[in-house]
């Protein structure tokens, strides 16, 4: 699966547009990463427990997306985007969404 984020492909074609895929990840925070994060919030420094949370929760999102467009037959997705947002006070959501395509 191609995915860009872009509009088009460079040296292929675009010969069909079939539709917006998504994918999606509400990931809640660990009890222990908070409390280290407590303590980077006095210390200052990189919430690494939290880079990697995203991280990964942006893979799954990332995953489930192409999933979708494997589904509908797609050979590439364009115009990829990500999100993110908090859903709960212990929790974020992370979205990946774009445009699935067939390619000629």
């Known amino acids: 699966m191609i995915i860009s984020t872009n509009n088009e492909i460079?040296?292929?074609e675009i010969v069909e547009t079939l539709g917006i895929v998504?994918?999606?990840?509400?990931?809640?925070?660990?009890i222990g990463k908070d409390l280290l994060a407590g303590v980077k919030n006095i210390v200052g420094g990189e919430l690494t427990g939290y880079t990697k949370?995203?991280?990964?929760?942006r893979k799954v999102a990332t995953d489930r997306?192409?999933?979708?467009?494997?589904?509908?037959?797609?050979?590439?997705i364009v115009t990829v985007r990500y999100g993110s947002s908090g859903v709960a006070q212990n929790a974020a959501e992370i979205i990946a969404y774009g445009t699935a395509v067939k390619l000629k």
């Open 22 to 30: 998504k994918g999606e990840m509400v990931q809640s925070k660990n």
């Open 53 to 57: 949370m995203i991280s990964e929760a």
């Open 10 to 12: 460079a040296g292929k």
């Open 65 to 76: 997306m192409i999933e979708e467009a494997k589904n509908l037959g797609a050979d590439a």
